[in-house]
């Protein structure tokens, strides 16, 4: 059940040059959520009509839960501009969530931005080819509060054993009388999270500074922005030592991220006396993330990137660290002039040694992967010719790593320790798995015992996920007005249209979609042939 409730005022002014609007408010958000489920087993009749759970006679279970929340928020806004080249604004925010405990229940989120036309200048009217130059600057706060509906709580489950699947869990269930398990036992509970009544509001703090521009009669146009935010008091769930007991993990604040980047933006359109045109813009982007600050137990558990050996401080959130993939060991004589590696055999994947103690321990890792790209792209085409338009976009990413893990266990392998599944359904690839037959391959021998523990994360199954993609590409066609009118319509237009027509990817990408690396499910072709008719 979810509900909102907003009540809101808006005031307009203008005097002259002056030009201003005004906007107060207040909102109310609720969320109820309830679940129920009951069990019985040794059914007498397998049929929907008779399922009921009174019909079954042998071990039933019950089970429910329910959690919810509320937020409120008062608002404001304040518009002003001045002959329509100097405008400015101001947004105020104070939000109340129940998920905070009472210490920290509110928080402020201001944000300001003001912007100059120049190209309304008297000293810019020379400038005949200029028709837009317009900077801005932008600066703000915003919050989060997405975390669990019962983090501020200590919560106490009890954990009742059902015998339904064999489990043997024991529960919190507890023979105080000491008659060795009589019929009915006292039941417990047991901790499962502490409560704290000091967390507060995630917040991002970001700068913007841009450039609006069109030139030539705005047949060229574009903007640039760069951008630098900050994300501070992270939410996060730090898990407790063990020497603090069952459900020491508590929700905290704790962490900085920090996030800066630029986007460019530049257009081109033009029309011809024959009626051919076009509209061309594209968009090129960079940003580069950096986890600042973190827990150290946090960091080193690798939720976030890193591990225990390398902490992710210091590097792009969920970068991994991973040994490094030196090939395949094809003759003896590679095996006993490389550094001492628990199950090197002919076929098995070697790993480079990085701190040259002749041994391939824990401490010959690097990092391998890092999931931010050097730049993504955009680019739209629109053309008419007459009565006919095409419209395309393509997009891409370039230079990003994709971690191909998932799918790659189960193409590469028979069987290794990140599925340890050995009869499942394999790719082809290991139809070209290294053999004394198949000397050249870099694909290691198929066996079905994983020695050489060659699921452990590494650089084998890190690849190019660069790609260029045709999203969506659409022809059409006009009929003649004169045809249409005949029809006694307005308006009659035919097209067909494609959406990821096309992919380019790198040569050596192995998996099906570099965008949807996970176990290889490409992202579905689509085509459509369409009429609009109008009267």
């Known amino acids: 059940m979810r509900w909102r409730w907003n009540a809101i005022a808006t005031y307009n002014l203008e005097i002259g040059k002056h030009r201003g609007d005004a906007m107060v408010g207040m909102e109310v958000n609720r969320e109820d959520y309830n679940w129920n489920s009951s069990k019985r087993y040794e059914l007498a009749i397998l049929n929907t009509d008779y399922m009921w759970p009174s019909a079954g006679s042998g071990k039933q279970l019950a089970e429910g839960s329910g959690s919810g929340y509320s937020l409120v928020s008062f608002f404001g806004k304040v518009n002003y501009s001045y002959d329509d080249k100097y405008l400015a604004s101001f947004t105020i925010r104070r939000d109340g969530s129940s998920r905070f405990g009472h210490n920290n229940q509110y928080g402020t989120f201001p944000s300001f931005s003001a912007g100059w036309r120049l190209s309304q200048e008297k000293f810019m009217q020379d400038l005949k080819w200029l028709d837009n130059l317009k900077v801005r600057y932008s600066w703000g706060r915003t919050g989060n509060q997405e975390i669990s509906n019962t983090a501020r709580y200590t919560l106490y489950i009890p954990v009742t054993s059902t015998g339904l699947w064999g489990s043997g869990d024991a529960g919190t269930s507890y023979d105080v009388a000491g008659k060795n398990g009589g019929y009915e036992l006292p039941n417990g509970y047991v901790r499962s999270q502490r409560g704290n009544d000091d967390i507060k509001w995630e917040t991002t703090t970001q700068h913007n500074i841009g450039v609006d521009f069109g030139f030539l009669g705005n047949e060229i146009y574009g903007s640039f922005d760069w951008f630098d935010k900050k994300t501070t ?61 973190l827990p150290e137990t946090v960091a080193a558990s690798g939720r976030y990137g890193g591990n225990s050996k390398k902490t992710v401080i210091g590097h792009p959130m969920y970068s991994q660290v991973g040994f490094i993939y030196d090939g395949i060991f094809k003759s003896q004589e590679e095996i006993d002039n490389h550094a001492k590696q628990e199950g090197a055999g002919l076929g098995r994947i070697r790993y480079k040694d990085l701190n040259g103690d002749g041994i391939i321990t824990e401490d010959d890792q690097d990092w391998i992967f890092d999931p931010t790209p050097d730049f993504t792209w955009g680019l739209n085409i629109y053309v008419q010719y007459k009565d006919f338009d095409l419209t395309m976009f393509w997009q891409g990413v370039q230079g990003v790593d994709v971690d191909c893990r998932g799918y790659k266990s189960q193409t590469d392998f028979w069987a290794n320790s990140a599925i340890n599944v050995p009869y499942l359904n394999k790719g082809v690839r290991v139809l070209d798995a290294w053999t004394p037959a198949n000397p050249g391959s870099d694909i290691p021998a198929l066996t079905t015992s994983d020695t050489n523990r ?40 035919l097209y067909a249209s494609a959406q990821n027509l096309i992919t380019i990817k790198s040569s050596k990408f192995t998996g099906n979609d570099p965008e949807n690396p996970g176990f290889g499910y490409p992202i579905p072709l689509n085509l459509t042939f369409g009429l609009n008719v109008g009267f």
């Open 454 to 493: 060659e699921g452990r994360v590494s650089s084998y199954y890190i690849e190019n996920g660069s790609y260029c993609k045709l999203r969506t590409i659409q022809l059409g066609y006009n009929l003649p007005k004169s045809i249409v009118s005949k029809l006694h319509m307005d308006r009659i237009r």
């Open 233 to 293: 008091d992270i939410l996060l769930f730090m898990d407790g030592i063990a020497a603090m007991g069952e459900g020491a993990g508590q929700w905290i604040n704790a962490g900085e991220v920090k996030n800066k980047g630029w986007e460019l933006s530049l257009g081109y359109r033009h029309k011809l006396s024959n009626g051919f045109s076009w509209d061309i813009n594209g968009n090129i982007s960079r940003y580069v993330n950096e986890i600042s600050r």
